[in-house]
Antibody, heavy 120, light 110 residues
């Protein structure tokens, strides 16, 4: 079955750019929506954005100016870049598949999550 | 966009039925049948429990059921078990093509 794995630096300095990659195994990244979701320590889930394999993207309005989601179909990976980070961006970042091949708005499966701490 | 509203905590005894509420607006829950629910145990990734308001994914116990009325969605767990103790989050599609989550409800099994 499809499995997702996040990777990237666990520590990012304030004002710099956070970069994470999600590797998809067990299935193709093509023809699906892929999403990033985060969870600050002790807080709830926050949707960051989703993309349809390089065709279209949608972002959380509160993060839209700082976020870019992109895909590398040759590597079966998609990525998150968030610029000008602050301590408020410290969170566990999850990647997830949205819906199925014909659409839908649910998230499954999820990666295990990766903690990113913003600190100097 | 505003987060969906969920009670911070609920509790129940083993064997009981318990219902979580998730309140939104006509721009999200009320406008689409795209409500999903997730269970999250401490330190773990969320797990999909219900999608499209009331559809249970393969492998999820039939003790879990979902429904919607107007701008409020509900998740019901029947025959409460100790392993159900976790945080539960609702989510909905919105009229601006985005996704919104609720703040989460902590379930305590007494």
């Amino acid at each position: 079955q499809v499995q997702l794995q996040e990777s990237g630096p666990g520590l990012v300095k304030p004002s710099e750019t956070l970069s994470l990659t999600c590797t998809v195994s067990g299935g193709s990244i093509i023809s699906y929506y892929w999403s990033w979701i985060r969870q600050a320590p002790g807080k709830g889930l926050e949707w960051i954005g989703y993309m349809y394999y390089s065709v279209s993207t949608n972002y959380n309005p509160s993060l839209k100016s700082r976020v870019t989601i992109s895909v590398d179909t040759s590597k079966n990976q998609f990525s998150l870049k968030m610029k000008s980070v602050t301590a408020a961006d410290t969170a566990v970042y999850y990647c997830a598949r949205r819906g199925n091949a014909v659409g839908g708005n649910w998230f499954d499966p999820w990666g295990q999550g990766t903690l990113v701490t913003v600190s100097s | 966009q505003s987060a969906l509203t969920q009670p911070a905590s609920v509790s129940g005894s083993p064997g009981q039925s318990i219902t979580f509420s998730c309140t939104g607006t006509s721009s999200d829950i009320g406008g689409y049948n795209y409500v999903s629910w997730y269970q999250q145990h401490p330190g773990k990734a969320p797990k999909l429990m219900i999608y499209d308001v009331s559809v249970r994914p393969s492998g999820v116990s039939n003790r879990f059921s979902g429904s919607k009325s107007g701008n409020t969605a509900s998740l019901t767990i029947s025959g409460l078990q100790a392993e159900d103790e976790a945080d539960y989050y609702c989510s909905s599609y919105t009229n601006i093509f985005t996704v919104v989550f609720g703040g989460g409800t902590k379930l305590t099994v007494l």
